[in-house]
C-alpha cells in the first residue's frame, strides 16, 4: 500500500529524489521506474565506510539499485569518488554540491552571550565512532603530559557518550574535559574556543568545519576520507594532521596554540572561505546538478526512441 502511495506521488512530478543513502534511495529507484520518472541520488557520505558500517546486504543492494540512477550529487569531492570508485557505472553521472551553511545566521546566533570562565578547545557532533572523539579524548591526555592549561569541550550526544566518559574517568580527565550534551545553539561555544577540533575517522562533508570558519575560529582536523581537506583547500585555511592518530592530532594542536601569528592568520582568513559555502551558491549548483539528470534523461529516452524507430523499420 505504501509503495503505490510512493509510485503515485512519483507520478505526479517531474524527478524523484532519494535524500540519504541506502533505504531512501532504493524506494526512490523503485518508485522512479514505476513510475517512469527520472530519479536522483544524494550521497552524504563516503559509501565504502559507510556501508563497511552497516551490512553486506546494504552493499549488495547499493551495487544493485544505484547503477539505476539518472544522477547522484555528492557532498564532496572525496564523496564522489568514493561512489564511482563502489559503483563504476555511475563514472560522468556523479556531481558534487558540497552542503550549504547559513552564514549569516551563524554568525548572529554565535554572539549569543556564553559565560565560560575558563580558556577551552572546543569540538561537536554525534558521540559516535565516526566522529573518532576517543581519538581526540587520547590526544589531550597527551597535551595535559605537557602542561597543557586549556580544557576540551565536546558538545553532542550519542550512543557512544558512556565509553567517552569511562575513558575521560580512567584517563584522569574528568575535571578537564566537559560534556554539556546536545546544544540547540553550538555556535557561542564554538565562537569562544582557542581553536576548533575535528577529529572524525571519517566524513561525507564536514559541515561544522565550515561553520567554524564561518566565526573566524581556527581549526585543526584529521585528513580523514572526504570533506575536511577540501574545506580547508588542502591546509591553507586550517591545520589537516594524520587520520586515526591521536599523537598527529595532539601534535597538531599544540604547534597550532604555540604560533599565534598563524592563529590571527587562520582567524582572519576564515570567514571569506567559509562564504564559498553559503546557501545561495550550493542551491545554484543543486539547482544545475538537478537540471543536467533531467536533460541526459531526455537525450537517452529520445535516442532510445530513434534507435528503436530504426529498428522496427528495418523488419
Avoid at 235 to 248: C, I, K, M, Q
Avoid at 257 to 283: I, K, M, N, V
Wanted: aromatic fraction near 6%.
Amino acid at each position: 500500500l505504501w509503495l503505490g502511495k510512493l509510485v503515485g506521488a512519483a507520478r505526479r512530478t517531474d524527478i524523484v529524489i532519494g535524500a540519504q543513502e541506502t533505504s531512501s534511495t532504493y524506494l526512490a529507484v523503485l518508485a522512479a521506474k514505476v513510475a517512469g520518472k527520472p530519479v536522483v541520488g544524494i550521497i552524504r557520505n563516503s559509501l565504502p565506510d559507510h556501508l563497511g558500517r552497516i551490512s553486506k546486504r546494504h552493499t549488495r543492494l547499493t551495487r544493485i539499485l544505484y547503477p539505476r540512477l539518472t544522477g547522484a550529487v555528492a557532498v564532496s569531492d572525496g564523496v564522489s569518488r568514493s561512489a564511482e570508485k563502489l559503483i563504476p557505472s555511475l563514472e560522468g553521472r556523479v556531481r558534487t554540491v558540497h552542503p550549504p551553511i547559513e552564514v549569516d545566521r551563524i554568525r548572529n546566533a554565535s554572539n549569543e552571550p556564553l559565560a565560560v570562565p575558563y580558556p577551552y578547545i572546543a569540538s561537536v557532533g554525534r558521540l559516535y565512532y565516526q566522529k573518532g572523539f576517543d581519538l581526540l579524548i587520547r590526544a589531550y591526555a597527551l597535551l595535559k603530559e605537557q602542561g597543557f592549561d586549556r580544557k576540551l569541550v565536546i558538545i553532542g550526544d550519542g550512543s557512544h557518550r558512556p565509553n567517552l566518559e569511562e575513558l575521560v574517568q580512567r584517563l584522569g580527565l574528568k575535571e578537564h574535559v566537559v560534556m554539556p550534551g546536545f546544544a540547540d545553539n553550538p555556535y557561542p561555544w564554538i565562537r569562544g574556543a582557542d581553536l576548533f577540533v575535528s577529529s572524525s575517522r571519517y566524513e561525507g562533508f564536514g559541515r561544522v568545519i565550515a561553520e567554524a570558519l564561518a566565526v573566524g575560529t581556527p581549526v585543526v582536523a584529521t585528513d580523514c576520507p572526504s570533506g575536511p581537506s577540501e574545506i580547508l583547500a588542502g591546509g591553507r585555511y586550517g591545520v589537516l594532521v594524520r587520520n586515526e592518530s591521536h599523537d598527529a592530532l595532539a601534535e597538531g594542536i599544540r604547534a597550532l596554540l604555540s604560533d599565534p601569528d598563524r592563529l590571527r592568520t587562520l582567524s582572519e582568513s576564515g570567514p571569506q572561505r567559509a562564504e564559498t559555502f553559503a546557501a545561495e551558491s550550493a542551491g545554484r549548483a543543486f539547482e544545475s546538478a538537478i537540471t543536467e539528470a533531467l536533460v541526459n534523461r531526455k537525450a537517452r529516452v529520445d535516442r532510445d526512441s530513434r534507435c528503436c524507430s530504426r529498428s522496427g523499420g528495418s523488419t
